[in-house]
């Protein structure tokens, strides 16, 4: 079966880190653009990073964020410092085929920041 399945989510404290995985199964990520999405309650889901050749992040989180990727691993992985409130939702990876229409979601993690 061809899936990404997320986990690390948690409940932190302000300016506590955590680093979210993201696996894939069934295939492998050497062909995919990987990025991390998250929604936060009553709001659309927005981009936060992504990774290719190269990586980007959202003005949100530049500098506090870190994505890398390990094909041989086929796992993605999103490393939150100094994380706040404004952190809290559900986070989701998505795989996009450089080649072709496939795309993968995965079922996402919440992460929750509070004091």
């Known amino acids: 079966q061809l899936q990404l399945v997320e986990s690390g989510g948690d409940l932190v404290q302000p300016g506590g880190s955590l680093r979210l995985s993201c696996a894939a199964s069934?295939?492998?990520?050497?062909?995919?653009?990987i990025g991390w999405f998250r929604q936060a309650p009553g709001k659309e889901r927005e981009g936060v990073s992504c990774?290719?050749?190269?990586?980007y992040y959202a003005d949100s989180v530049k500098g506090r964020f870190t994505i890398s990727r390990d094909n041989a691993k086929s796992t993605i992985w999103l490393q939150m410092n100094n994380l706040s409130p404004d952190d809290t939702a559900v986070y989701y990876c998505?795989?996009?085929?450089?080649?072709?229409?496939?795309?993968?979601w995965g079922q996402g993690t919440q992460v929750t920041v509070f004091s």
């Open positions: 998505k795989a996009v085929a450089r080649m072709g229409p496939r795309v993968y």
């Open positions: 069934g295939f492998t990520l050497d062909y995919y653009v």
């Open positions: 990774i290719s050749s190269s990586t």
